[in-house]
């Protein structure tokens, strides 16, 4: 990949979009992880306003102190972003309190896991409402169209999506040139929704790498029977979120009514 390329490519086409869109800025927000830093260091180079929400909800210690000390470094180097913390917390609690009881508390673990991302989804644009911005989204290839390993209408809700034709190798490649803070980058990639320490592998069960790897061999017109050993197993779990999350991949569906019924 020719990375100050690409990297020059990205920040032209965020400024060309919020020009064109009469759009003041960006707001993000910033998790810790390694999406969220390359992306708010990417609109920042654009010169145009960045705000960048800190938006905890009984949020790991360690992931609070990176999306900090990352918002510090940006604000040493680009004098046009901003910081604003939002801690949700007492507001998922309340919501909790609000919803009515289950037999079974786990059964609703991943319910309330896709909550937090829509909590940070509504507070996003409550900001970019507010001052004119657009909400850049954080996603890469492999998540938005690979495995489809987002939240629908949490951190899948933003207005553009500046590295999302971007494989996870290729983020860190383009954070490595940018300088983010190597605390980030060495950081096992984690979606944060839990309240605990998984990483993104310990729920889907294969690497990025692996994963790359994966959606390549699917582009190939692969199929299982292809493979043995741990190359079957990760392109079996490939396959299977691929498949089970196509309606995060695709319009939403409509229903067309026929002329001689309207």
Known sequence: MQTEKVIIHIVQWLKDYAT??????????VSGGIDSAVTSTLCAKTGLDVLCLEMPIHQSSKQVSRANNHIDWLQEHYSNVQRQPVNLTLVFDSLIKALPDVADEESRFMSLANTRARLRMTTL???????????????????DF??????????????????????????YEIANYLGVNEEIIQAAPTDGL?????????????????LEWAMKMDDE??????????EKEVFT?????????????KPIPVCDIPEMLK
């Open 125 to 143: 644009y409550y900001f970019a409402a507010l001052k004119g911005y657009l909400v850049a989204g954080t996603g890469n290839k492999v998540e």
């Open 20 to 29: 064109n869109a009469k759009m003041k800025g960006f707001v993000i927000g």
């Open 237 to 249: 779990i490939f396959k299977k979120l691929n498949s089970a999350n196509q309606h995060k991949m």
């Open 221 to 230: 017109g692969k199929v299982v029977t292809d493979f043995s050993g741990r």
């Open 146 to 171: 690979g495995v489809g390993f987002y939240t629908k209408y949490g951190d899948g809700g933003v207005d553009l999506s500046p590295i999302a034709d971007l494989l996870k190798t290729e983020v």
């Open 194 to 210: 839990w309240g605990d320490n998984r990483t993104d592998e310990d729920q889907i069960g294969a690497s990025y790498p692996e």
